[in-house]
């Protein structure tokens, strides 16, 4: 069966490749989620706060996702190439998001630690999601 493709094949338009975005968004957004909860801050009464601090994370995600091919059948064929590519994927994703918020534009900055921590918490979400789904398929 073929499958549609945007961005040279890099993106597979299906209902699984839709899954498994909405999959790896909800871990990014958990992952923002409970830093701004630990740091005293509620998302839920914050939005704006929170969209402020997600939105980094999603354009760089977003950015390394799609042009390096994460949104393809390949990309969660097994658990050896989800886990791979996905923190592979989440390292790039997390520098993008850094020199966002080392920017006026996002609250926050750059921050070494930060960088560190969400490499390792988001990271492992994402790991475990695209692991996840290698098992299922």
Do not use: C
Request: charged share 10%; no cysteine.
């Amino acid at each position: 069966m073929s499958v549609s493709t945007v961005g040279n094949g890099r993106i597979e338009l299906s209902a699984r490749t839709a899954l498994v975005a909405v999959g790896d968004l909800l871990a990014i957004a958990l992952f923002v989620g409970v830093g701004e909860l630990t740091h005293g801050i509620n998302p839920v009464l914050s939005p704006g706060r929170f969209a402020g601090t997600l939105t980094p994370f999603y354009v760089g995600w977003l950015l390394v996702a799609g042009l390096g091919g994460l949104y393809t059948a390949g990309a969660t064929e097994t658990v050896r190439a989800a886990v791979g590519r996905a923190i592979v994927g989440w390292v790039l994703a997390v520098g993008i998001a850094q020199g966002l918020r080392s920017t006026a534009v996002f609250p926050g900055n750059a921050a070494v630690t930060f960088a560190l921590v969400s490499v390792v918490v988001g990271g492992t979400l994402l790991m475990l999601w695209r692991g996840a789904v290698a098992v299922a398929k």
